[in-house]
């Protein structure tokens, strides 16, 4: 099973900033089947980056995801109100078992 | 539109039993395999089950293997999750998820649609 670190744990930034999340993964993750996704408190998680870079329908192009291999990242350029949340990466080129990691919150510094 | 509600989810004791349904509208249920997705209160994501399209395959994580079964329901819209020998660490909220492939053939692929959650908890 392919188990998924994400760094840091937790991420305090001003509005305005740039973040970086990174995902690593414990072996290669097949034809970069990493997927992002964003968790506000009290809401489901939503779908923001598949196949490693390709943003999902209707997510503004601050978001970006970049990566390979067992490396990948998720960069938001400027940090709007409404971007801090929980992000999660997670793994699906390991049929079929898919596998999350345990996310990075992004904080109001 | 694309809508995934669960429903089912309620206080049952240890080693008890509980079904868990979706029903799902606004896109070709049966084009898709469909998940189970749980989140233990104050903690991350954690996949448990996938069925294929036609309910042919069906896989489980390690946690769940031998006590859950996923079923669905094509004329029905519908998603099911049977929770047998239930334990405290069960407790969680726990969320249909559309996946974007209709087998695991080769992936079983990534979850572009999520239901809102029901809540299980697993108490005495």
């Known amino acids: 099973e392919i188990v998924l670190t994400q760094s840091p744990g937790t991420l305090s930034l001003s509005p305005g900033e740039r973040a970086t999340l990174s995902c690593r993964a414990s072996q290669s993750v097949s034809s970069s089947y990493l997927a992002w996704y964003q968790q506000k408190p009290g809401q489901a998680p939503r779908l923001l980056i598949y196949g490693a870079s390709s943003r999902a329908t209707g997510i503004p192009d601050r978001f970006s995801g970049s990566g390979s291999g067992t490396d990948f990242t998720l960069t938001i350029s400027r940090l709007e109100p409404e971007d801090f949340a929980v992000y999660y990466c997670q793994q699906y080129g390991s049929s079929p078992v898919v596998t999350f990691g345990p996310g990075t919150k992004v904080d109001i510094k | 539109e694309v809508q995934l509600v669960e429903s089912g989810g309620v206080v049952v004791q240890p080693g008890g039993s509980l079904r868990l349904s979706c029903a799902a509208s606004?896109?070709?249920?049966?084009?898709?395999?469909m998940h189970w997705v749980r989140q233990a209160p104050g903690k991350g994501l954690e996949w448990v089950s996938l069925i294929s399209w036609d309910g042919g395959s069906t896989y489980y994580a390690d946690s769940v293997k031998g006590r859950f079964t996923i079923s669905r329901d094509n004329s029905k819209n519908s998603l099911y999750l049977q929770m047998n020998s239930l334990r405290a660490e069960d407790t969680a909220l726990y969320y249909c998820?559309?996946?974007?492939?209709?087998?695991?053939?080769?992936?079983?692929?990534?979850?572009?649609?999520w239901g809102q959650g029901t809540l299980v908890t697993v108490s005495s």
């Open positions: 998820a559309k996946g974007t492939v209709d087998t695991a053939m080769v992936t079983p692929g990534y979850f572009d649609y």
């Open positions: 606004g896109f070709t249920f049966d084009d898709y395999a």
